[in-house]
């Protein structure tokens, strides 16, 4: 009987397998989600259609590059450790964002989230992410406030804000 070969040997290219093990799970669980609405067909799609068939064709998509993975010449090194701490950086971020934006408005919800998720780089430079945080937080709140109206408030609920016309749009 032949000895079983490590499965390590079978996976040429592991950056692209992990990658395409990702994309078949990320795939999967938008597939999955989205199937719970309705569907429809193609002529008559329902919520659900568009981001199943998404789903479907990233799953496709990490199929191909896993196979692609066990295929060729074995190139590179091994997978690093996964790095938990900017992961944790950017979707906590994101976290404090929702939770802040009615709260505080987009000007400081917005820095909030540029500041934080850049906490996830090894390369923080606090002048430089505040000036970015400010102006991406002004550039949201032109748009989606100022330009397409949405009704987000722009400044903390508190009077102090009232005096700035900016915080009346």
Request: aromatic content about 14%; hydrophobic content about 55%; charged content about 10%.
């Amino acid at each position: 009987m032949p000895a079983m070969t490590p499965m390590r040997h079978l996976i040429k290219k592991p950056h692209d397998f992990w990658s395409g093990v990702m994309f078949v799970g990320v795939g999967g669980l938008f597939a999955g989600i989205a199937y719970t609405y309705k569907l429809g067909t193609a002529a008559r799609m329902g919520p659900g259609y568009f981001p199943f068939m998404l789903g479907l064709v990233l799953m496709v998509i990490g199929a191909l590059v896993i196979a692609a993975s066990l295929k060729g010449e074995a190139r590179g090194k091994g997978v690093d450790k996964f790095h938990w701490g900017p992961l944790f950086w950017v979707l906590g971020s994101i976290v404090v964002f929702g939770l802040m934006l009615k709260l505080t408005g987009v000007l400081f919800a917005g820095v909030a989230l540029v500041v934080g998720s850049s906490l996830g780089s090894g390369e923080f430079k606090l002048k430089e992410i505040v000036l970015l945080a400010v102006g991406l937080s002004i550039f949201c709140a032109a748009v989606f406030v100022g330009g397409l109206k949405l009704p987000i408030p722009m400044c903390p609920g508190f009077d102090f804000f009232d005096q700035f016309a900016v915080c009346r749009v």
